[in-house]
């Protein structure tokens, strides 16, 4: 997959998020450790232009500085007996681009398993949603007027060459969509030509403006989308109402007499008081841990996992998987159990094993049944991989 990480982008991490992160745009030269065409290529894009099931709004067309209507580029095709109304046509889409159209095709990290993978590494380190766009723009086409984006934004250069201007973000920013002219910019704070492996860092709202040179020009927008104190204390607030007492049903019309308002209060500082006493550094870890697995960066080996279970010799390690597993009452030597949704009933030592195996242990395949042959306790450890219960101690989590 990928060899690309984070310091791919920004070079040393903590004096990217001292110095640059949420601050000022940042340029660097060659940042790319190896070839940025093993992410995404224009040969690459050959080929998703012709998969058929990549289709509106994962590619769009600008021409002009507008969008191309997608009847221009897209018929109707029957698949499995389905009508698919926006099916690509690869040859309306090459003839756009030889007119002087940019491609672009949005969350390629929902399509195209290296882009996810990029996504991802960079989605655990800023702790939130993160998607990238590719842009591909024929040679000397402008491209968009200066504008800011509601996303922070990196922006690495994959083919050919782009011409940038950036301007130091606004003093107040709304995290919303701007234009401007150049002339009420000024001087760009950065003015360069990125070629291949060069990369930018644009805080939101930072204003930009882009030109193809001389060649095909294909780069990859990171879009990450920042999450704003209101956004985070949003979070902590609707896990504070998880409580049953913000649960009461208040009548507040015409009736409601003076005791409505006496409750409302309670209800309000019992809020504060229960926000207050989050223990800061352990809420901030949740909070980052949702970030970090929202729409677009999710991943798993569950099919693996089931499939290795089929193979286990009875020396392989097993250690618990991350889903969360009830133990209930033991009756006639069987001990009820709940994963993932299914009730099940184990063995009491099956089940005395399973407790035991806490975070980093692990045990054979053989020993999972202490009290039976070896082949019996293996067979009870297949079924457990195959509901999720247990996993290959080896592999990558
Ligand atoms: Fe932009």
Redo the contacts with the bound molecule.
């Keep these: 997959m990928v060899d690309f990480d984070f310091t791919d982008l920004v070079g040393d991490e903590a004096e990217f998020f001292a110095e640059y992160f949420n601050k000022k745009p940042m340029f660097r030269k060659s940042s790319l450790s190896g070839d940025p065409r093993e992410l995404l290529s224009v040969k690459k894009l050959d080929e998703l232009v012709h998969l058929e099931v990549i289709r509106p709004p994962y590619i769009k067309v600008n021409h002009n500085g507008t969008g191309v209507p997608e009847k221009g580029y897209t018929r109707s095709v029957v698949v499995q007996g389905v009508n698919v109304t926006d099916s690509v046509v690869p040859e309306k889409i090459y003839e756009l681009f030889r007119a002087g159209a940019t491609v672009t095709w949005s969350s390629l990290n929902q399509v195209v398993p290296e882009m996810r993978e990029f996504s991802r590494v960079i989605a655990q380190k800023v702790a939130c949603r993160t998607d990238t766009v590719a842009f591909m723009t024929p040679a000397g086409r402008k491209g968009?007027p200066p504008?800011h984006?509601p996303v922070e934004?990196f922006i690495v250069q994959l083919e050919g060459t782009k011409a940038w201007k950036l301007w130091n973000p606004p003093a107040v920013r709304h995290g919303d969509n701007a234009s401007y002219t150049l002339e009420e910019l000024g001087e760009p704070a950065i003015e360069v030509t990125l070629e291949p492996g060069d990369v930018l860092y644009l805080p939101y709202n930072t204003p930009?403006a882009a030109a193809a040179e001389g060649q095909v020009s294909l780069h990859l927008s990171v879009m990450m989308r920042p999450r704003m104190w209101k956004d985070l204390i949003r979070l902590s607030v609707e896990e504070a109402f998880k409580d049953q007492e913000f649960n009461e049903y208040p009548h507040i019309g015409e009736h409601r007499g003076a005791a409505a308002g006496e409750s409302f209060k309670d209800k309000l500082r019992a809020l504060v008081a229960r926000l207050d006493s989050l223990d800061a550094d352990t809420e901030l870890d949740r909070l980052a841990d949702l970030g970090r697995h929202m729409e677009g960066s999710s991943h798993g080996t569950t099919f693996q996992t089931i499939a290795a279970a089929d193979g286990f010799a009875q020396d392989v390690p097993l250690r618990r998987t991350g889903a969360a597993v009830e133990f209930g009452a033991s009756e006639n030597g069987r001990t009820q159990m709940r994963v993932n949704g299914h009730k099940i009933a184990v063995p009491e030592p099956v089940a005395s094993t399973l407790a035991a195996l806490g975070t980093g242990a692990w045990a054979t395949a053989a020993e999972i049944f202490p009290g039976v042959s070896a082949e019996r306790s293996t067979k009870t450890a297949q079924g457990l991989a195959r509901l999720g219960v247990l996993e290959l101690a080896g592999q990558p989590g």
């Design positions: 968009y504008h984006d934004l930009h």
